[in-house]
């Protein structure tokens, strides 16, 4: 399993970002892919998840109204979409997919919070928004 970022960059604060997860090797659909932004001396938290087979999305309240998840099941890719960006959001940004299935009582916000099941990361990709 593999999963590849891409699109960030250095932006302004006010501006809009595009990061995509491209997942590759996976032999079921229904797994969640999460964002996991991470600043020097933060822990990854995750701000974001889809759920690839239906679309179903969780939001951190720091990012809600201003980033949004989606996925191409076509694709197998994940994408988020970041606009009105502050500096406060400058992290790496690190996409991660469960490796295991959650139990079925967990909900979407549940599974987005719950790190343990997160088994595959990306590399990350650097988000850097200047004042």
């Known amino acids: 399993v593999q999963l590849v970022e891409s699109g960030g960059g250095l932006v302004q604060s006010g501006d809009s970002l595009r990061l995509s997860c491209a997942a590759s090797?996976?032999?079921?659909?229904?797994?969640?892919i999460g964002w996991f932004p991470q600043a020097p001396g933060n822990e990854r938290a995750a701000v974001s998840c889809v759920k690839m087979t239906d679309g179903s999305t969780h939001y951190a309240d720091s990012v809600k109204g201003r980033f949004t998840v989606s996925s191409d099941r076509t694709k197998n890719t994940a994408y988020l979409e970041m606009s009105n960006l502050k500096t406060e959001d400058t992290a790496i940004y690190y996409c991660?997919?469960?490796?295991?299935?959650?139990?079925?009582?967990?909900?979407?916000?549940?599974?987005?919070?719950?790190?343990?099941?997160?088994?595959?990361w990306g590399k990350g990709s650097q988000v850097t928004v200047s004042s």
């Open positions: 090797g996976f032999t079921w659909d229904y797994y969640v």
């Open positions: 991660a997919a469960e490796s295991r299935r959650p139990p079925s009582w967990m909900n979407m916000d549940e599974r987005c919070k719950t790190v343990e099941y997160m088994g595959y």
